[in-house]
């Protein structure tokens, strides 16, 4: 029985888990997308293109890893920089199977637990377009893989395992700073191959100098501080030096613990309410699986061997501590696209959880997961299943809003404008409009959020040929700026207004911008206004319908466009012209429905 059932797994292990792989691989190869995306992607694709540093902590392993790849024969680098991350994705998948096996999983559980979370939304648009997390969802999973209890292939020992942990971790640190939350599993890892060698001291060394290696990619950072050109590149650092790169890793600008500057937040409860509603929803229910696992196993737990419950506790207490305790202390609003945000951070916690339902499927169903022909047909269902609930999400999430509003926005600025805006999906977009694409040099974008950096206000001064500091050596606030730009003689326009203070300026909206009037400068008629707002939307290239996803980039992006019709609006019924009121609501909520009904 024995011999016929090994066969049976080396087939599941030789066929179906790589299928599993090359069919996500085909999967977020056809869903990347052509054009930059919200949130951090428009950076990552310049990055891709220019080479430069990214925002805290800098990221260097994904802007190298970025870097080796922009050599490939693309239409756009956003496209470039997807098919990037793309190869990250399924290096993911396959170094998941790898833990799971690793782990003492069966093969068919790991292909079943593998493919719900390969066809998962959330994993899936992290692997298709130039973000950090896929390369942090692959180095957790082999860190997994290296600390497992059960080695059932060849596999690096004593001193030679530990230096592989440490420089999978430092790659990891030099990727992203949250892979530090698989301390506790790499830690024992680390325990167990020096308690094995015959030189303890050596291989405690071995890994410290894997580490080191690691962090090497830092070095990159260093020398980009010295010797880039801001002009040509992204280059958010405070200051060329070794502290510099160390205040960047460290996050100083941020707060080393939080996800923004702000404060604010919906509060523990709420967060950890919506990462355990998520979790469950996109991995199909594999969570419960898991507690009532855990439940099983707490009551029989007199019959595992010592070694392997430590094990299974240090598995527990990593997903604790990269799932519900980090989740707990973030700090975003869940408003707009904060869920979003939010929910790029569970991509880790889900690939131990991935890990722990595979061991849960062995022990609540072994029967099922024995017979082989069936677990095959249920992992095909799972990954159908998931992938009809997935691929809309993604592609609704793939839109091309965002690049769509940077170049509508710049086609309508008047010739040497400055744009003042807030939000990463504004400052990604504009930032690969300007070193990528190249369009309306003459044009300024100002982030206004990130002024209080004393790298950015160095880099913009030249460019307006105005001061952004004050005395003490900080950013100016909204008004002061507003009037040292208007300074300049050149037009001054907003893309959205950064704080309340400077809400009721007097301003006229012209496409998806606000200019500013200047002192003693008439507001124009609405039916000059409104000739204005139908010649620049001729220049626009607009999509078939507005994005759906009300916590997308590009949601919070399309009342931009609505907003001059809704002012229009207003102003046509204080002067008593329903008719043009109702024509300037009706184009109002083609562009956003949710933002004004017709009546």
Known sequence: MAESRAPREDLVRRALLPAIVLLSAIGYTWTAPRWILGGDNGEFATLYATGGIAHPSGYPATVLWLRLWHWLPVATPAHGAALATVVLGALGVVALQRACLAWGASSGATAFASAVYAFSPLVWKMACHAEVMAMNAFFAAVILALSAPTRPWPWPRGGALTFALGLVAGLGLSNHTSIVLMAPIGLLGAARAVGESKRP???????????????????????????????????????????????????????????????????????????????????????????????????????????????????????????????????????????????RFYLLPEVLLTVMAALSLDTLVPGIVARRGLMAALTLEAAIVASVFTIPVVLEHNRPTVELYVENTLRGAPKDAIIVGTGDHRWGGFMYARYVEKLRLDVVYVNEGTLIQAWYRRELEPRLGVSLDTPAGRSVGPRTLMARLLATGRPVLYTDWPEPSVETTPHVSEGTLMRVLREGESEPSPGDVLARNLEVEARYEMEGSPPKDEHSWGFALQPDYARPWVELARRYGQAGDAGSEQACLARAEELAPWLVKVR
């Open 201 to 343: 001291y050596a291989a405690v060394l071995a890994g410290v100098v894997g580490l080191v290696v690691g962090l090497l990619p830092y070095s990159y950072v260093y020398v980009v501080a010295r010797t880039g050109d801001p002009q040509a590149m992204p280059m958010w650092i405070e200051a060329p030096t070794w502290a510099g790169v160390f205040y960047h890793f460290r996050r100083g600008a941020y707060g080393t613990f939080s996800l923004s500057t702000t404060a604010e937040g919906a509060g523990p409860l709420v967060f950890l309410w919506l990462f355990a509603k998520t979790s469950t929803r996109q991995l199909l229910g594999l969570p419960i699986v898991v507690l009532l696992a855990a439940l099983l196993g707490w009551k029989r737990r007199a019959g595992v061997e010592r070694s392997r419950r430590v094990a299974l506790v240090a598995l527990g207490s990593t997903f604790l501590l990269a799932g519900p305790l980090f989740i707990a202390r973030f700090n975003i609003p869940l408003v707009g696209a904060g869920p979003m945000v939010a929910e």
